[in-house]
């Protein structure tokens, strides 16, 4: 009898475990498009697109290396509506005597997993995810049990098990670990920037295309898409951005220019998440580029730390701390996400630049998602399951455990200081540092009351007021409370009087 293999929608690598573990030809693999996996957040259009195309070109290259592929077409009406359902009716139409399935991104998925055999009867293995520098069990024993992780120490030991940018005598190239003090600079204009490589739908990505446009009624714009769907078509983008972005991309990682939506941000992210790239792949690209002295130590270094350190770090917690992590609040946020979130249609330049890029693009770079969609969540108090959910819904490249914790843990500080050693806060002073939206807002960012003032600057101060308690002894946070020490009471009161002005009538900013 055959076996049965599963292959999610962010699982769509050859060497994927689940399919290292069949026979092809004799045993079944299995691929559905389906009604709970297109709806449990409303993902943008342009992430389902991207998804269904790319399983689809998948299904048709595992056919061609003589597998024999199942695969469940997207209809909304259909009673298989969940991985479960899929794999169970498969089971009953075929004899199967074994299913084996790839640790999933997500807990959620993991869990029901964990619930089929018994729903099945049929054995069930779900084998390790090997698309990762590092597995769970690896971080688990890295952590042992320290109040405190630190992405620093984890990245350190990815570079020596990996042996990115190591010297012969295992020691880091250039003589550091990391480069990040290089990595601040304003983008003014030069030099020119670069844009992701664009793909022309195929007769594949536009048949998905217009089912996404005919039976999906999600968040986002479907025009324009543009995302590679196969892996050889990601190869071009990797080699693209090695090209065109990389040799920037340390310097100018931070900037927050207003007019550019990727600026020397790669967007390989979705690309990477959903297995048409593997991360180390990527950064032994990245690697040689340094090495025939075409990008800077600064740019490779950035880059690569970004993915065998912050990306893996921030997987090593989510399985590490999941299911209860989901749940965590340090600072008891309690408010709406304003509607804007979702429309884009708010005064603040910064923030309606972010949400436009996420409309149109799936994609907003780090420091937009950080600093700006990011932050101003945090010192508005949203309430964190819902900051998640718009996260995880409205980016082409989220899945619950790449998003949660930078959402939870970095973005809110919600895991008390787990992942990150402080909050991100910031005034609008550091959003005009890092770029030009200020000048082009119709708030003033050098005001910190007033009905025009900067609303990011009273609730910055309020927020550092409001959560002394919590955060007064963090040691890395002093400087900020010696400036809180130094208002006036009367600004102090000012501050509370707009900030509450601010919360109550958030929609209307
Ligand atoms: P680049 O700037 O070119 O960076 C290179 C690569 O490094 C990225 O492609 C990504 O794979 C990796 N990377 C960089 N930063 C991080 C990070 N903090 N965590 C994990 N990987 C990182 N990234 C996701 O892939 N999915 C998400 O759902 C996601 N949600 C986020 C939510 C918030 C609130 C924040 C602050 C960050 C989030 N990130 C997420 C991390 C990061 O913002 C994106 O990976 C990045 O913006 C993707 O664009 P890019 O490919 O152009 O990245
Ligand atoms: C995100 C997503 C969407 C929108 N649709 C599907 C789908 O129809 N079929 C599928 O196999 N996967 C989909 N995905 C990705 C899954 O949500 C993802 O595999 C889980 O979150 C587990 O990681």
Redesign the pocket.
Known sequence: MPRLA??????LSPALASLRAITPGRDHVL??????????VP?HVK??AL??SA?RHFAGELEQAGQRVYYHS?DPDSRIRS?SDAIEMHCREHDIDEIVLTR???W???DEFGRLEKRLGVPVHVLEDERFVSTPDEFAEWAGDRAQLRMEFFYRRMRRKTGLLMSEDGEPEGGQWNFDADNRRKWKGEPKSARPMSFAPDATTQAVLDLVDRRIDSFGRLDGFDFAVTRAQARRALGHFVKTALPWFGDYQDALPDDEDFLFHSRLSAYLN?GLLDPLEVCRAVEAAWRAGDVPLNAAEGYIRQIIGWREFVRGIYWLKMPEYADENFLGGDKDLPEWYWSGETGMRCLQRAIENTRNNAYAHHIQRLMVTGNFGLLLGVRPKELCDWYLAVYAD????VELPNTLGMVLFGDGGLLASKPYAASGKYIQRMGDHCANCRYAVTERTGHDACPFNALYWDFLMRNEDSLGGNPRMRMMYRNVERLAPADKAAITRRANWIRENVEAL
């Open positions: 599963l292959v999610t929608g962010d699982q691929m559905a498009e389906l009604a709970d996996e297109a709806g449990y993902h992430k389902i998804i269904f399983m997207f991985f999933p991104g997500e959620r998925v993991f959903i989220a899945f619950e455990w």
